[in-house]
């Protein structure tokens, strides 16, 4: 049977989870071990587990296949993942990223790589001329994450694309939001996928993990150099949990999807809530944009599962969270249970308070990721803590 072929749920449990050889076991093993046997000098499959090991190469194959791309290279963390990203540069090299980006993005650059001479320019990526005016013959990746983290912006990823062919720059896209089922960048021109497994594609708040796929052989190459060069690879059995996990994610995601956008709806409904950040909403103001680029493997919009309110006030926000008993105050996200997060003093807390208010990330700001619950339990759970306001 050719797997390949076959549609995302099949491939989702099917691929690099072929059962194995020796005893016929359905659920592959854990190939905990640092090094190999070699038969000879320089004849060997694997070596040593920095530069390669059987569980991280079943895992890399699965999410290649479900994001269309030829090939991943898994990390330790998305953050090493996004490091990776950057030491495909030199110094004086230039790289444009989404102005509301995550606050360990942000931190990273700001506080680490401008040391080494790279110079990154934070750009509204919603507006496809300022993307244009932005690059400069010095600048070699655009970094774009779409839908944001946490106002929910979204990039049109074909349009930017189609600017970075043009001017010989590699385009990235940050898919931790929506997960490979909402939405696959590489088929919309993307160069580079980066994915924190950490979120939706592990799912159970039980590992960290990064990822990234492409389709550029050459990019590839220099990648899996960064990954056993600087050695942050996650350990097989956290490999083997995220395979493990990635067997659920067509389910768990369409009930990530069905429960947000009911949510979001519902939400509407309450004057206590200033603002509302969805996607799927069609006041949103690239609710088209989303519409045509985030879809699931049936090619029906999918606008995910995280949403985020604006209660007005640091006070607001705090009485809000305290008064829930479903939702948990937890950092991270995509998890199968639901998770509420304060940005200004949790994911964002690096960025400086001015940026922050400038993108919108308001002391009273908060971030639902909503979980696979039944969908009455969370709006009541929501209901009952505004009412409290």
Known sequence: ??????????????????????????????????????????EYLYDYSRAGNPTRTNLEKNIASLEQGSDAIAFSSGMAAISAIIHLLSSGDEIIFTKNVYGGTFRIMDKIYRNFDIHPKWVDTTDIDTVEKAITKKTKIVFVETPTNPMMEISDINRISEICKNNNCILVVDNTFMSPYNQRPITLGADIVMHSTTKYIGGHSDVIGGILISNDNQIIEKLRFIQMSVGAVPSPFDCWLVQRSLKTLSVRMKSHNKNALELSKNLNLYEQIHSIYYPGLESHKNFEIAKKQQLDPKGKPAYGGMISIDLGSMKNARKFVKGLEIFTLAESLGGVESLVCHPATMTHASIPKE??????????????SVGIESIDDLKNDIEKSIKGL
Request: glycine share 8%.
């Open 1 to 42: 049977m050719n797997k390949k072929n076959k549609k995302f749920s099949t491939r989702s449990i099917h691929i690099g989870q072929e059962p194995e050889k020796l005893y016929g076991s359905v659920s592959l093993p854990v190939y905990l071990t640092s090094t190999f046997k070699q038969e000879e000098f320089g």
């Open 355 to 368: 940026i922050r208010d400038e993108l919108g990330v308001t002391d009273g700001l908060v971030r639902l």
